[in-house]
């Protein structure tokens, strides 16, 4: 099964909001799925998540404001809580999703390879307690 991208209702249901612009939305949905792609290509079919996380947060906050005062009304947010990039995470969620990244093992011995000694065999050896070279 392929990715599918999310739809604006999607981003809008996971930003919890009743109304979404739907142009602006898609728009982000696929600049934000070709930050992902940038990372792993073809998406796998779960990458949805880490899409709709940074379409959502270019959604909430697109110009990265960290501190907003109208009238009374103070707001801080997180540093980088706004626009539209991938962090850390996202990334290696989407590494981890795709099947790469962690421990693996590479034989470097060829296939057809003999498994016989290649080094010169002593032909006095007769089996003795020592092995032969040794100078006993």
Known sequence: MAFVPPTAEELALYLGLSEIDGARADLLIAQAIALAESVVKPLPDQATAVVLSAAGRAYVNPQQVTYETIGPQTVQRPAGSGGLYLTKADKAALKALAGRGGAFTV??????????????????????????????
């Open 107 to 136: 034989d470097p011995t060829p296939a057809d390879a003999d498994p016989s000694p290649t080094w010169p065999i002593d032909d006095l050896y007769t089996g003795e307690p020592y092995e032969p070279g040794w100078g006993y």
